[in-house]
Nanobody, 121 residues
């Protein structure tokens, strides 16, 4: 099974930017849509952005205009560029393949350790 490893999180002030990376151990991007999900303490895990096999993108209303998803197929890496960060963006961020569009039906067994994003006010 392909492994996904998230990185790039950190502590940033409100208004700042971060770029998250999701490195895949295989060519899963050519077979499945991939999403970035986030989970804040005490809240459910939500899909914030996704990219289909063909390159179509989805961005949740809560981050539209601030977050951009992209991928580099040659590097088997998915990215999430996050600009104009707000304290409410604070969460653990995960990447995972899924079914449907947007891919909210995450495939079993793909949740990684995630990367923590903390936005201070």
């Amino acid at each position: 099974q392909v492994q996904l490893v998230e990185s790039g999180g950190g502590l940033v002030q409100a208004g700042g930017s971060l770029r998250l990376s999701c490195a895949a151990s295989g060519t899963i991007f050519s077979t499945h849509a991939i999403g970035w999900h986030r989970q804040a303490p005490g809240k459910e895990r939500d899909l914030v952005a996704a990219i289909s096999v063909g390159g179509t993108t989805y961005v949740a209303d809560s981050v539209k205009g601030r977050f951009t998803i992209s991928r580099d197929d040659a590097k088997n890496t998915l990215y999430l560029q996050m600009n104009s960060l707000k304290p409410e963006d604070t969460a653990m961020y995960y990447c995972a393949p899924g079914r449907g569009w947007p891919p909210t039906g995450v495939l079993r067994g793909y949740w990684g350790q995630g990367t923590q994003v903390t936005v201070s006010s």
